[in-house]
């Protein structure tokens, strides 16, 4: 079994709704910004004639649409994306991908500027 994984990036603000007991509940609630990194798996074995599990410029352009609907965008305004948490960015994210990506077994939003990650592996009716 192989793992091929792939990245992107991309910046985008939100306004969030806190827990009244944090202590940064306003600060969240305002329009801000963060810098975010997803990694996205797919799992399986490569065709033997190509020996690819799939080719790296197909699973390019899959995630360049998902990084058009999110990068410089207002998170609040996407589609189907709901609160925008690193939770429902990497579900969004797996959404789009699916019907292109064969073998799609994970998708990662990482946070890197305080170390936070969020990993989605499907399953979620
Ligand atoms: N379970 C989750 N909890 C929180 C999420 C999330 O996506 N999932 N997101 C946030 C906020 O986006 C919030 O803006 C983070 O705020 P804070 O912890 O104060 O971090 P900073 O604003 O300091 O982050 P910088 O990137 O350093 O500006 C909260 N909770
Ligand atoms: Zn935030």
């Known amino acids: 079994m192989f793992e091929l ?3 992107f990036r991309f910046e985008a603000a939100h306004t ?3 827990a009244p007991e944090t202590e940064e509940v306003e600060s969240s609630r305002r329009i801000h910004g963060h810098s975010y990194r997803a990694e996205v798996t ?5 065709d033997p ?14 995630m360049q649409e998902a990084r058009d609907g999110l990068d ?7 589609p189907d994306l709901g609160p925008a948490t690193m939770e ?4 969004w994210i797996w959404r789009k991908l699916e019907p292109r990506c064969p073998g799609l077994a994970a998708v ?3 946070r890197d500027s305080n170390g936070e990650k969020c990993t989605y592996y499907g399953g979620r009716a």
């Open 5 to 7: 994984s792939k990245q």
């Open 16 to 18: 969030l709704n806190r």
């Open 42 to 46: 797919v799992r399986g074995e490569p």
């Open 49 to 62: 004639e190509t020996g690819m599990i799939i080719d790296l410029t197909l699973f390019e352009r899959a």
């Open 72 to 78: 410089h965008r207002f998170l609040d305004e996407v």
């Open 88 to 91: 429902n960015l990497a579900l």
């Open 108 to 110: 990662t939003v990482h």
